[in-house]
């Protein structure tokens, strides 16, 4: 379907669609058995000026907003969710210091993103903090002229390959909601250090690891914004970035839907293609549905919030959920109508399944995002 | 430039349809032509009305046209060796000259010549030009440039052929541009029109998804290269005589800006086996390593590359380069001949593009004779002996 | 470095087919796109200026439709653009195209270096970049695989043969044709994209390059084309049956187009 891009919406995706054939589509398979951060590919979309996408033009980016990211997105996850987590992990923990940080702190840092010659990550989650944010226990105390980090962040995407970190600490439990504070920890800093990288279901190439904080110092100038800001500052991050998940889910979902329909056509049983079989043919259709819908979805919310309304996160947990949700009905389809073969590491559908799954979960789990639309309605219907 | 006389035109529609590029078409009742158009003149055949002409299509001829007569082949000579392609030359070079009753002629250059020259008149030449000198030890298109030129110029062949290799399609495109003379690039047919005695080149172009003949009307000489193991050899005589010039170039002809420092030789192991025209390819029927060995005499028979199944891979019969497959590369090269394949899906899926497959195996009910254009049901290891036997016999 | 890319727009070759019934071409579905070989000439020729400074101008003969081409070259790095269009230039053979291209590169002054790719993929004959050399008097090497040096005004590379490589030298100014090999070309970046949007092509025409009327298209061609038709069309399917010699003998006649 025609979404009336504009040129140089057009231009994004034929770059990141050539990218993602020339580049990521060839190597998917082997980043995924060797569990290989793709540092060369994330070069690549670099020289092709695409980490700044979403990066003001003062700091060297092309200005573009939420949607711009989405496009790019749906391309590279068409081709391997794992690379294209990487790439929007880095987005993620460049997204607080644009939104609250001062001046000189977007000066020091958004350059360096936006030309990929430093990667960014965004170190919420603890062990005892997933969907539960507030019970985070990582800790900042103010000595004298640095900041003092004690804890521990878990399941860290990029950690460990990304040089900028933005990790949120409690600062005054005391003060419940504003009692957290975002800051900017670089991978040389003392006292900073990170576990082995995870063995996961799926996104095998994106590097998960542990972040450790041991009376990690860092300058006072690394606070993002204000003292007592991280929550609120948290929240607004993950408002922007899950149209970006979301548009993941949708590129996941075609190549699920391309490699089910191609199979159907060539493999003959009972004498012809199965995809003469009505039970194929509305399973196929099923998932072609789905994947339209939740793309325009997916790009309504997009624009919406570039449109910078005072009521995003609706719009941005609908679309969360309803391309996530549905990549995973899709790539589980696909390997459904593959049969046998959709389930040999030789083909690519299982891994696409695999992958899907971490959709549903990471950037708020679609229980949370489900409660957040419900609570969005209620405030509606006064 | 494609002239439509629109007072004559009809608008019926024939030069439409007969179009290959599609450059023409009728709007409002009138044939218009757009810039497809290649001047092919096909149109202007078909056209009944008269209404389509090409202009200036009546050039200038070359002035000493008639004076040009003789068939001459350019032999390659590198690392102490006579080319295979330049018999192939001598070959069709010998048909040509017999049609027009011409001499053949044969052009050598390089260092250390030996006895090849003898060599190339056993091979049916007529005449060898040579010209042996150390400064043609390694190959500078301007030297074997000149010096070609030079005798071209002297002895003024009708026709010069030359080998579509490195070296041939490096120079040869020089000393045509030098002699203001048409040059037709891998040609696998070269057939001359008894009309006019015009070579008629044929070769393939858009990947070989076309073949086009082309013709040189009016300059002299027309020139070609010819892909090697396209032509037949010529038969060996060692009885027949010929005559051996020895060529002496001047002096300043035997300059070349580009310098040659040295040559190094590579190993040819084809293992890109996604370049190339001919795949012989080996599977579990091969029942053994050793079967490859077959597989390699018959790549080599035939001027393929080996290409093998998962289950050859995976049993280590043959390295994973070499793999075709879903997991393996996707490969159509104008002939894949499959020994001891079942055919399984992951297999068929890199190789149904090909323009021939053709299946050797035991079972007459494996899936890859449905892929197949020719199938032989039969042990391999009588088959493909046999087989390679009676092709190196066809290519003498 | 003043560095000249010579690239050509051509048909997708793979998806050109000829229907043998009709003896059309069928165009529906073939994309335009630049001529693979030249895209690892325009790389190189941006990769000589990363290296050594100066400015990478692509050049192409052709219809107006080509400015795409050119514009994806800028995309990719280089610096102008420069289209020879003339419907007087249709039907031009090599040598036609080799007096047409000469003409223009002299009209854009004085260069160091010109890159071409091998061959096109729709004629495939490789003539252009020899040719065009000799038309400039300029020397050449063909089958660069690798540039491994450049100083004093030489080139030094490597040329692959048919059985292996020789390590050459040449002089500048001269004219280089490349292998896919020698690099792996980039994929065009927003910046460039952008620029490439914005930038304007100079377009010549024949009038523009002095050309003489005789010399261009299919006047100034001394090859043309006599017919054009489908290789010959497998549709047949056959088993071979009969004892091993009978299948063999069966099977190398089935093969003889291709021995």
Redesign the interface.
Known sequence: MDYFLT??QQ??V??AR??TD??IIPQR?ELDEKEEFPNAILD?IA????FG?FIPETYGG?GGGCFEVVLALEQFGRGCVGVATSYAASALGAYPILLAGSQDMKQKYMPDIATGKKKAAFALTEANAGSDASGIQTTAELDGDEWVLNGTKQWITNGGDAQVYTVIAITDRSKGPRGASLFVVEDKDEGFSYGAKEKKLGIRASSTRELIFKNCRIPKDRLVGKVGLGFIVVMKTLDLSRPGIASLGVGLGQAALDEAVVYAK??VQFSKPIIAFQAVQHMLADMAIGLEASRALVYAAAKHIDAHPKDMSKASSMCKVCATDMAMKVTTDAVQVLGG?GYMR??PVEKMMRDAKILQIYEGTNQIQRNVIGQELNKEYT | MLRIDIETCIGCGVCEEVCTFGAIEVVDGVAVVNEKCTLCGSCVDSCEAGALSIEGKDKAVQADLAEWSGIMIYAEYRHGKVAPVSFELLGIGRELADQQKVPLSAVLLGAGLGDAAKDLIFYGADIVYQVDDPVLEYFTDEIYGNILEDIIREQKPEVVLAGATAIGRSFIPLVATSLATGLTADCTQLVIRPEDGVLLQTRPAFGGNIMATIECPHTRPQMATVRPRVMKPAPHDPGRKGELIDYRPKAERMQSRVKVLRNVLEEQDQVNITEGDIIVAGGRGLDDKKGFELMRQLAEAVGGAVGASRAAVDAEWIPYPHQVGQTGKTVNPKLYIACGISGAIQHVVGMQSSETIVAINKDPHAPIFDVATYGVVGDLYEIVPKLIEKIKEKRG | MKIIVCVKQVPDAKDVRLDPKTNTMAREGVQSIMNPFDRHAVEEGVRLKEQHGGTVTVISMGPPQAEAVLREAVACGADEAVLVSDRAFAGADTWATTYTLGKAIENTGVFDLILCGKQAIDGDTAQVGPGLARRLNIPYVSYVRKITGYANGVIRLHRLMDDGYDEVEIPLPGLLTVVKEINEPRIPSLKGKMKAKGLSIRTLNAADIEADVDSIGLPGSTTQVVKVFAPEFKGERAMLEGTVDEQVAQLVKKLEPYL
Not at chain 1, 47 to 50: R, S, T
């Open positions: 040129e140089e231009m994004i034929d770059i050539q990218i020339e580049k398979a690549d020289k092709a000026d695409l996408l092309f060539q493999r073969y030789e083909y």
